[in-house]
C-alpha cells in the first residue's frame, strides 16, 4: 500500500471544490442583484420626496 496521492485520487475534491465555487458565485451574484433592487428602490423613493417636495412648494408660491 502506498502513501502517494494520485491524481485520481483527487478527483472527488476537486469537483467538491467546483461545485462550492459554483455555490459561493452564484450566492454573490444574487446578493449583488439584491442590493442592485434595493438601491434603485431607494434612489425613487428619494426621487418620489424631491417631486412632493417640489410640488409643496410651487403650491405655497402660488395660493
Known sequence: MSDKI?????VPVTEMINQLTESSMS?????HMQNS?????SM????????STACALI???GG
Open 6 to 10: 494520485t491524481e485520481k485520487d483527487l
Open 27 to 31: 450566492d454573490t451574484m444574487g446578493l
Open 37 to 41: 433592487v434595493t438601491n434603485q428602490q
Open 44 to 51: 425613487q423613493t428619494v426621487s418620489n420626496a424631491a417631486t
Open 59 to 61: 403650491l405655497k408660491q
